[in-house]
């Protein structure tokens, strides 16, 4: 496989910022998720960081080099970190369960299959054009559907960000699966929160992306976002894949898997070692850890980069 990565997020204006983002790949899988703890109720961080946990837990586990049921370990995954949520109310005798919105998208023999609950989207992209996007599970897109309420007031309706599927809720979140989607050279996947699609329009996303390289447009993306949207701004996140890059491209963020040792996971996801509550009690998704394990990939990738170009 080869394939460009590129991710960011910015706090913007609030005082913590709830959204995790992260990818893993084999030789023959890539995992891409993005996580936006709901800041309404108590430690939306930890129920992003849990849902990343168990998430790419069950990836490093499964994916040998592949996923066998793609949409089923879509499912199953979603429902265990919603599981793990809840237990992590239980081990802390919390008075609410934490809760976040999660998408997440798993690209294996050039197909890519996506879920979904809550508002952090995902889009796919090809020649500047948006193929598809993922529906919010809001109030606002179902009064939408019915006719309700116009599209243009998307924007500044007052349900906007009242969401009725998420991980962490009473009930069991209704996992939104994609269809299989053939990918093409150039097609870019980009993942991203309700900071960032909430304040920049869908055409102005899918320009910036067809006239960039991923690793410079998301970080732009993401600045314009934060300013634009100010003091009382929430976090922006954004998470970019294209598919079998061309030379343009950054070498930095170009991604060989030919290089990588077989039955080895490349990961900026970190997981804790099985029975280790302390880890999974802590935030290990800081700044820091994310840059490193970043910094890791990329160093990686270039050494992979210079092999395959000397070949």
């Not at 890519?112 to 989207?121: E, F, K, L, N, T």
């Not at 699966?177 to 909430?198: E, N, P």
């Not at 009382?232 to 930095?252: F, K, P, R, V």
């Not at 040792?261 to 700044?287: K, L, W």
């Amino acid at each position: 496989m080869r394939f460009s990565v590129y991710q960011e997020s910015h706090i913007g204006g609030r005082k913590v910022n709830q959204d995790r983002m992260g990818y893993s790949f084999t030789r023959d899988a890539i995992l891409l998720l993005l996580a936006d703890g709901m800041g309404g109720h108590i430690m939306g961080e930890m129920a992003a960081t849990i849902a990343m946990q168990t998430i790419g837990s069950l990836f490093q586990k499964q994916a040998h080099p592949m996923i066998d049921k793609p949409e089923r370990f879509l499912e199953k995954g979603f429902l265990s970190a919603h599981n793990e949520i809840h237990r992590f109310r239980e081990l802390k005798n919390l008075p609410e369960t934490p809760r976040t919105t999660i998408v997440a998208c798993l690209i294996q023999n050039g197909s890519a299959y996506w879920a979904h609950c809550g508002d952090s989207r995902l889009y796919w992209m090809r020649d500047g054009q948006i193929l598809l996007r993922t529906k919010d599970h809001s109030r606002l897109e179902t009064l939408i559907e019915q006719g309700k309420v116009d599209p243009s007031e998307r924007n500044t309706h007052p349900d906007r960000n009242k969401l009725f599927n998420c991980l962490g809720a009473p009930n069991a979140p209704i996992v939104e699966l994609s269809r299989r989607a053939s990918l093409q050279a150039g097609d870019l996947i980009l993942m991203c929160s309700d900071g960032l699609w909430g304040v920049l329009p869908d055409h102005m996303l899918a320009q910036r992306l067809h006239e960039q390289t991923i690793v410079r447009a998301i970080p732009e993306l993401v600045r314009s976002a934060v300013e634009i949207a100010g003091r009382q701004g929430d976090n922006a996140t954004a998470l970019a894949m294209m598919w079998e890059g061309n030379d343009i491209l950054e070498n930095s963020s170009i991604v060989s898997t030919n290089t990588l040792p077989i039955g080895s996971i490349a990961t900026t996801i970190q997981v804790p070692m099985d029975g280790d509550d302390e880890a999974a009690e802590a935030d290990i998704f800081n700044d820091e850890e994310i840059e490193k394990a970043i910094d890791e990939i990329r160093n990686a990738i270039h050494n992979s980069t210079k092999l395959t170009n000397k070949s």
